[in-house]
């Protein structure tokens, strides 16, 4: 029997991921960069049994289906094969976010398993081998393995496709991201077919890459002179732009609904009224607003005018994916 348990944080991009060039080796077209949170993450204990008949996978304390339990088999096929056994596995995970909201479930959800199964069998991987190993379960998963700004490099193969630290001298300290709650249900469109959509349909898309490298740059500049105002503008544009590639797809899509453009509008006010916030939105239709951690209350205070306090939650930077447990019996 072989147990490993981890926690990783969700990430939330300042520069999108969105496309991918090898769908199954989960490559993308663009580089991205994130900033890891501390408010919601995911814990995944995995257990490797030769007893076992089958793979089970409870989430929530919930059984899941044959269609989530077969994804999550996948990935455990690939753990398998690097330590070379053939044992089936019971995983069983806790989303501290809300799953499939546009939260991010996908990145802390898929870091943490990775991180689990490196545990329990020992594989030994260094953070980056475990950073390729967790973007093939999801690809923003790549990025939680690493605390504060984390850039993925697309790389062009499975060995060259992985995350890494981005140095800041730890500016992320100084930031803080506000996630203005819109709706915490499992959406219609789903990250990994919303992109596809995209890629192989929108006109928008080849603007979108020539924008994402340069977007890309601005706000590495941005993190190296520690340029709030200039990493915050470049945040929203990109997230604007990736937004708008949905709805030059066919059929056409959009992730927003009228309390996102509330939001967004919102946040522009404050914005305008002096406070530096920016805002990013992800495949979903919740807000996420970056902001310095010492105008944190004050932006708070303007939110909850507009938002009720369940509605806003404010998050810090996060760590890097750790373990919890591990226990090897033969
Ligand atoms: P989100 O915006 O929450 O990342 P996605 O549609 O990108 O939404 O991803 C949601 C999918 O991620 C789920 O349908 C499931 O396949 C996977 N997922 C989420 N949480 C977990 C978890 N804790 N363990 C394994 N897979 C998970
Ligand atoms: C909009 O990583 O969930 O949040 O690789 O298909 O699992 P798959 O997709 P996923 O997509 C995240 C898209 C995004 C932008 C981002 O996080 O960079």
Redesign the pocket.
Known sequence: MYKGKARAYTNIALIKYWGKKDAQLILPMNNSLSLTLDAFY?E?SVTFSPEYTQDT?T?DNDKQDEK?TA??SRFLDLARKKAGISYYAN?E???F??????????????A??AKACNDALQLGLSDKELSQLARR??G?ACRSIFGGFVEWEKGYSDDTSFAQVIPSDAWENELAMIFILINDQ??DV???DGMQRTVETSSFYDAWLDAAATDLQTAKQAIAKKDFAALGEVTEANGLKMHATTLAATPPFTYWSPESLRAMNCVRTIRQAGLPCYFTM???PNVKVLCQKKDVPAILDKLKQEFSPEQLTSASAGKGAVSLEMEVSK
């Open positions: 995911t995944t996978f989430l989530a994804k999550v995983v995970s806790q989303n976010v809300p799953t499939a909201a546009g939260l991010a479930s996908s990145a802390s959800g898929l943490a398993l379960g999801s923003s499992k959406k789903s990250s990994r992800d495949a979903g």
